[in-house]
């Protein structure tokens, strides 16, 4: 279909705002991440004193 070495392109201009909105969208995943995990830690701590 393609010969040997050529490479396929969308004719799209490279946009350096969207990296930063998965960069920024990682961050949120990972804060709410560790928010959900700390959140379970304190739970399992009050319900390990009872």
Do not use: G, H
């Given at each position: 279909m393609y010969p040997l070495g050529a490479r396929?392109?969308?004719?799209r201009?490279?946009?350096p705002n969207l990296?930063?909105?998965h960069t920024v969208a990682?961050?949120?995943f990972v804060v709410t991440t560790?928010?959900?995990?700390a959140l379970?830690?304190?739970v399992a701590k009050g319900?390990?004193?009872l």
């Open positions: 396929v392109s969308s004719n201009p490279f946009d990296i930063q909105e990682d961050m949120a560790i928010a959900v995990f379970v830690a304190l319900v390990a004193k």
